[in-house]
């Protein structure tokens, strides 16, 4: 796609938001506003899916599902052309690469999950296997989903790495390990280390913690119940289907009755085929659910890195507190702390003025060092709240109104089920009230 | 045998059997019948393992007392066969009833060697047969089981109600539950009412004991009659001939039911498990969304902005919650019981058939007989045309009232199903019932609950076509509150349509 106005973080150097070096966005970028997001100039579609074997890592064969996905610049009006349709396929370990990798670049940006890997909360007849039909469509749309929201993402969407995973077949995967993200991602032990040590994290964020794991808790069990609820309404709904069998088998033999039995034995399979796409709609729903129950891990990780720059920054502020005190006892020449140096110093006799002189140079250059460091870490850390805060506001708006919209949905999808079931009932009593 | 003294009483007006045979009851006797026991002519079609020589104290009774004082069964000599069939094919008049009866109050009794449970049996009245207006009894469930051996001696060919079980073990039911207890007063209720408007069982003498007689006269009574012996070799009998082949001669309408009934009892079988299943489905979705509705409120306990909507989704689970228990009730009130009722019927039905090739059976085995033994001749062929009356009587008895029994089991049919029908509904339109303003427009309601200004809702509702896969869809602010005005009024006119027609074809028993 030639166009320049596709290639935004070519036409703004400035805004590039491509891996900047430490992993924090400059202060002060400009966002992208709405109008400028790649999700308004570009139609993203993840159209098919396909079965692709090939051969792993290990050099074993394995069977696994690509995805098309198609791009096309959204041309303005008066142009009145169709650009052409770029596409290319992509498996579902590319796009966990991609998230991955956005993820460590912009810790501070809530950034939107992928669909499942494996089939959770399922009922009786979705099968949990990856290949099944019905679960690689969902991910399909799943796909697109995230694909939608990051290119709509002020910041995400100008990222050149998302945009070669857009349009770019071959080497992406190298450009990606090229960034060397991997080196950037904190270690879960670090950050669980973090959690649990820091001692003045920013409240709101300790909030968010919980509300996130309220969220995901909540959530996880409505997904269960709902889906034991679907199980059973099928249950309801195909027994009645047995009715249709039986009825137009005993209207054989009945003669006055025969067609009213026959024509509601009709409606009773009617009735019985209907909840087939009534559960596959609330599949739809359910997956909505799914996806803001994977973004309470999302915010998560915005917390964690929050606590562990605290924690850093916490850490760094004690190491030069400790730092300064050594250069005072080392300058006084007492020791106020029982400390090993102190017991040494008993032991084996005091060190010499240069030694001493040495030492307290060192440390003061460290602890300037460490000044220095504290500044620009609580910069940092500033920055970083501000950013992340920013970004949840806009999550928070965004999952107000997609969750309304939802449970919207799922209302109206019930009410068109309760249509559906008094039409086939009315049906049904004007047969038997024939009979 | 129940050869018990009748007194033609005063005339009566014609119960519950209607006009239609009356006209043409013949009530000359036929010739050539010694002794001619004639008793009234419907229960004497009836009667056809009556011993013969015990008849002489009955009379013949005109036309309408007739009908009106059938007391009980006994000669086997009908008046003329084809009068009979007339005098079954009478529809069944509920507004002409005079015998009410009802089953209530169980209580349980317990003696040193048993405990069982009675119901009070209510009976109210005005026919003149019976001493008094209203007679309140105490019986127990083996006293129903006596009155329906005695009906079944005394009518093997007419298809006696069926009685609930002695013991259900399908659904491991504990003998005195509650539930087990009430299902069985319901059914006996039903077994009683059934009698009373069968147009030749509701004038049986041991049905009219049974409804009057206090408890020490029952058991007396019950002890009269005739013995175990004499009853069982009539059974002996019975079987034997039937085993020579009765099924030979059958005519073509009995093999024809015959066929009918295998089927029949095939199906209603399978409805029977089906309507048990649908019911055990709905337990158990009435069990997952009890849990279901719950969880929306907690989590609106961690939300601001979308609280409001998660407790409208809650209250609206909890409404379908209520609406699925009723769902229940009616089934298990009206449907199970139906269904159950009708396979006990099947069974009936199959003995009935049974029953009268048994009689066929022995006509045919002395018919064989005769074609053997020359020198009997005279006394055989009386024999014979006394089977062959009975057969005949046996013949149009059954036939007459399996047209009762088909027609009353279609009516049965149609008012459950359309019950089950009317249910459904019911339950479809109570998971809207928030009533609502008069607004029509779907825009005005939307305003009217959300407050959403006119050209908000406008923007939305112009958004509504988005392809569903399409994650950003909008949808107008519909919710389950909005749809009332809408679909109440269209489930309204459509359920009083069908009321209309409904209430014109029903006919109740």
Same mark, same amino acid.
């Given at each position: 796609m030639?166009?320049?106005e596709a290639?935004?973080?070519?036409?703004?150097p400035?805004e590039?938001?491509?891996?900047?070096?430490?992993?924090?966005?400059?202060?002060?970028?400009?966002?992208?506003?709405m /109008?400028d997001c790649?999700?308004?100039k570009m139609?993203?579609t993840?159209?098919?899916?396909?079965?692709?074997?090939?051969?792993?890592a290990?050099?074993?064969?394995?069977?696994?599902?690509?995805y098309?996905?198609?791009t096309?610049?959204v041309?303005?009006?008066?142009e009145?052309?169709c650009?052409?349709v770029?596409?290319?396929?992509r498996?579902?370990?590319? $796009?966990e690469?991609l998230?991955?990798?956005?993820s460590?670049?912009?810790?501070?940006i809530v950034?939107?999950?992928?669909?499942e890997?494996r089939?959770?909360?399922v009922?009786?007849?979705l099968?949990a296997?990856?290949?099944d039909?019905?679960?690689?469509?969902?991910r399909r749309?799943?796909?697109e989903n995230?694909?939608?929201r990051?290119a709509?993402?002020?910041?995400?969407?100008q990222?050149?790495?998302?945009y070669?995973?857009?349009t770019?077949?071959g080497?992406?995967?190298?450009?990606?390990?090229?960034?060397?993200?991997?080196?950037?991602?904190?270690s879960r032990?670090?950050?669980?280390?973090?959690t649990?040590?820091?001692?003045?994290?920013?409240k709101?964020?300790?909030?968010?913690?919980?509300?996130?794991?309220?969220?995901?808790?909540?959530?996880?069990?409505?997904?269960?119940?709902r889906?034991r609820?679907?199980?059973?309404?099928?249950?309801?709904y195909?027994?009645?289907?047995?009715?249709?069998?039986?009825?137009?088998?005993?209207?054989?033999?009945?003669? /006055?009755?025969?067609?009213?039995?026959?024509?509601a034995?009709?409606?009773?399979?009617v009735? %019985?085929?209907?909840?087939?796409?009534?559960l596959?709609e609330? /599949?739809?729903?359910?997956?909505?659910?799914?996806e803001?129950?994977f973004?309470?891990?999302?915010?998560r990780?915005?917390?964690?890195?929050?606590?562990?720059?605290q924690y850093?920054?916490?850490?760094?502020?004690?190491d030069?507190?400790s730092?300064?005190?050594?250069c005072? /006892?080392l300058?006084?020449?007492?020791?106020?702390t029982?400390?090993?140096?102190?017991?040494?110093s008993?032991? $084996?006799?005091?060190e010499?003025?240069?030694?001493?002189e %040495?030492k307290?140079?060192?440390?003061e250059?460290?602890?300037q060092?460490?000044?220095?460091q504290?500044?620009s870490?609580n910069?940092e850390?500033?920055d970083?709240?501000?950013?992340?805060?920013?970004?949840?506001?806009?999550f928070?708006?965004q999952k107000n109104?997609d969750?309304?919209?939802a449970?919207i949905?799922?209302?109206v999808?019930?009410?068109?089920?309760c249509?559906?079931g008094?039409?086939?009932w009315?049906?049904a009593?004007?047969? $038997?009230?024939?009979? | 045998?129940?050869?018990e003294?009748?007194?033609?009483?005063?005339?009566?007006?014609?119960?519950?059997l209607?006009s239609?045979?009356?006209?043409?009851a013949d009530?000359?006797?036929?010739?050539?019948?010694?002794?001619?026991?004639?008793?009234?002519?419907?229960?004497?079609?009836?009667?056809?393992?009556a011993l013969?020589?015990?008849?002489?104290?009955?009379e013949?009774?005109s036309k309408?007392?007739?009908?009106?004082?059938?007391n009980s069964?006994?000669?086997?000599?009908p008046i003329?066969?084809?009068s009979?069939?007339?005098?079954?094919?009478f529809?069944?008049?509920p507004?002409?009833?005079d015998?009410?009866i009802?089953?209530d109050?169980?209580?349980?009794h317990i003696?040193?060697?048993?405990?069982?449970?009675?119901?009070?049996?209510v009976? +109210?009245t005005?026919?003149?047969?019976f001493d008094?207006?209203?007679?309140?009894?105490?019986?127990?469930?083996?006293?129903?089981?006596?009155?329906?051996?005695?009906?079944?001696a005394?009518?093997?060919?007419?298809?006696?109600?069926?009685?609930p079980?002695k013991?259900?073990?399908?659904?491991m039911?504990?003998?005195f539950?509650?539930?087990?207890?009430?299902?069985?007063?319901k059914?006996?209720?039903k077994?009683?009412?059934?009698?009373?408007?069968?147009?030749?069982?509701?004038?049986?003498?041991?049905? +009219?004991?049974?409804?009057?007689?206090q408890?020490?006269?029952?058991?007396?009574?019950k002890?009269q009659?005739?013995?175990?012996?004499s009853?069982?070799?009539?059974?002996?009998?019975?079987?034997?001939?039937?085993?020579?082949?009765?099924v030979?001669?059958?005519?073509?309408?009995?093999?024809?039911?015959?066929?009918?009934?295998?089927?029949?009892?095939?199906?209603?079988?399978?409805?029977?498990?089906?309507?048990?299943?649908?019911?055990k489905e709905?337990?158990?979705?009435?069990?997952e969304m009890?849990e279901?509705?719950?969880?929306?409120t907690?989590?609106?306990?961690s939300?601001e902005?979308?609280?409001d909507?998660?407790?409208?989704?809650?209250?609206?689970?909890?409404?379908c919650?209520?609406?699925?228990?009723?769902?229940?009730a009616g089934?298990?009130?009206?449907?199970?019981p139906?269904l159950?009722?009708?396979v006990?019927?099947?069974?009936?039905?199959m003995?009935v058939?049974?029953?009268?090739?048994?009689?066929?059976?022995?006509?045919?085995?002395k018919?064989?007989a005769?074609?053997?033994?020359?020198?009997?001749?005279?006394?055989?062929?009386e024999?014979?045309g006394?089977?062959?009356?009975?057969v005949?009587?046996?013949?149009?008895?059954?036939?007459?009232?399996?047209?009762r029994w088909?027609?009353?089991?279609?009516?049965?049919?149609?008012?459950?199903?359309?019950?089950v029908?009317?249910n459904n509904?019911?339950?479809?339109?109570?998971?809207?019932?928030?009533?609502f303003?008069?607004?029509?427009?779907e825009?005005a309601?939307i305003?009217?609950i959300?407050?959403?200004?006119t050209m908000?809702?406008r923007?939305?509702?112009?958004?509504?076509?988005w392809?569903?896969?399409?994650?950003? =869809? =909008?949808?107008?602010y519909?919710t389950f509150?909005?749809?009332?005005?809408?679909?109440?009024?269209?489930?309204i006119?459509?359920?009083e349509?069908?009321?209309?027609?409904?209430?014109?074809?029903?006919?109740?028993?």
């Open positions: 030639e166009s320049a290639e935004p973080s070519d036409s703004r400035e590039d938001g491509a891996a900047p070096r430490s992993g924090l966005p400059p202060p002060e970028q400009p966002v992208a506003t /109008e790649l999700a308004k139609e993203i993840v159209s098919e899916a396909e079965k692709r074997t090939g051969r792993n290990m050099n074993m064969q394995e069977t696994y599902t690509a098309l996905i198609e096309r610049a041309e303005s009006q008066s009145g052309q650009a052409p770029d596409s290319l396929w498996r579902y370990s590319e $796009f690469l998230r991955n990798y956005l460590v670049t912009y810790p501070h950034v939107p999950p992928l669909p890997k089939a959770d909360f009922w009786h007849k099968s296997d990856n290949m039909p019905d679960f690689v469509e969902r749309i799943g796909l995230f694909l939608l990051v709509s993402h002020p910041v995400l969407c990222d050149k790495i998302f070669s995973f857009l770019q077949e080497g992406w995967k190298e450009m990606v390990n090229e960034t060397g993200f991997q080196l950037k991602a904190d032990l670090k950050a669980l280390n973090a649990f040590r820091v001692k003045n994290p920013d709101r964020f300790t909030e968010l913690k919980h509300y996130s794991d309220e969220l995901q808790s909540v959530i996880s069990h409505l997904l269960r119940v889906a609820v679907a199980d059973r309404l099928y249950g309801v195909k027994v009645h289907g047995n009715y249709g069998r039986v009825f137009s088998e005993w209207s054989a033999i009945e003669k /006055e009755m025969g067609d009213g039995l026959q024509s034995g009709h409606h009773m399979d009735y %019985a085929a209907s909840i087939d796409d009534i596959e609330e /599949e739809h729903y359910a997956d909505q659910l799914k803001y129950l973004y309470a891990e999302a915010l990780a915005v917390c964690r890195k929050h606590e562990l720059m850093d920054l916490e850490m760094a502020a004690q030069l507190t730092k300064k005190q050594q005072e /006892e300058a006084t020449g007492t020791v106020r029982f400390s090993l140096k102190g017991m040494t008993k032991l $084996f006799g005091q010499t003025p240069e030694q001493r %040495a307290i140079k060192v440390l250059e460290q602890i060092e460490g000044e220095e504290l500044k870490k910069l850390g500033r970083f709240v501000k950013s992340a805060w920013a970004d949840i506001e806009r928070k708006e109104h969750l309304k919209e449970l949905s799922y209302a999808m019930q009410i068109s089920m249509k559906k008094i039409q086939v009315t049906n009593k004007e047969c $038997f009230s024939k009979m | 045998m129940e050869a003294g009748r007194v033609p009483g005063p005339p009566l007006p014609p119960p519950s209607g239609g045979g009356e006209a043409e009530p000359d006797p036929p010739a050539g019948s010694p002794g001619a026991a004639r008793g009234p002519l419907l229960a004497a079609a009836a009667e056809v393992l013969d020589d015990e008849e002489d104290d009955l013949v009774f309408d007392t007739s009908l009106a004082e059938v069964f006994s000669p086997s000599m003329s066969p084809s009979m069939i007339n005098q079954y094919k529809e069944d008049e507004e002409l009833r015998l009410f009802t089953v109050d169980p209580e349980s003696t040193a060697i048993e405990t069982f449970i009675t119901y009070r049996v009976t +109210k005005s026919r003149g047969e008094s207006s209203e007679y309140e009894v105490r019986r127990r469930y083996q006293d129903f089981l006596w009155l329906k051996s005695k009906l079944e005394a009518h093997p060919t007419l298809i006696i109600p069926p009685l079980e013991f259900i073990m399908k659904g039911v504990e003998r539950s509650e539930e087990f207890i009430e299902t069985r007063r059914a006996l209720h077994f009683l009412n059934r009698i009373a408007d069968h147009p030749t069982l509701t004038f049986n003498e041991d049905f +009219k004991i049974f409804l009057t007689a408890a020490w006269e029952l058991s007396s009574h002890k009659g005739p013995s175990l012996l009853r069982m070799g009539q059974t002996v009998r019975a079987v034997a001939s039937s085993v020579r082949g009765g030979k001669n059958r005519p073509e309408t009995f093999t024809e039911m015959n066929d009918y009934m295998e089927t029949f009892s095939q199906k209603i079988n399978v409805l029977d498990k089906i309507a048990h299943r649908i019911y709905e337990r158990e979705y009435f069990n009890k279901y509705g719950p969880i929306h907690l989590w609106s306990a939300e902005d979308i609280a909507s998660l407790k409208g989704v809650a209250s609206c689970i909890d409404k919650c209520k609406a699925t228990e009723k769902r229940m089934l298990s009130e009206n449907l199970l139906i159950h009722e009708y006990l019927y099947s069974e009936i039905l003995g058939l049974k029953r009268r090739d048994q009689i066929q059976g022995e006509l045919d085995s018919v064989d005769l074609a053997n033994k020359k020198p009997e001749k005279d006394l055989f062929s024999e014979i006394k089977l062959e009356d009975k005949e009587c046996a013949n149009n008895a059954l036939k007459a009232d399996w047209d088909k027609q009353n089991m279609q009516c049965d049919m149609r008012s459950t199903f359309t019950n029908a009317e509904l019911r339950y479809y339109e109570e998971t809207h019932t928030r009533p303003s008069n607004s029509t427009s825009n309601i305003n009217d959300f407050k959403v200004s908000e809702s923007e939305l509702e112009q958004k509504h076509t392809h569903v896969t399409h994650c950003f =869809y =909008y949808h107008p519909y509150y909005f749809c009332i005005s809408f679909l109440v009024r269209y489930a006119v459509v359920y349509n069908l009321f209309a027609v409904f209430s014109k074809n029903n006919v109740v028993e």
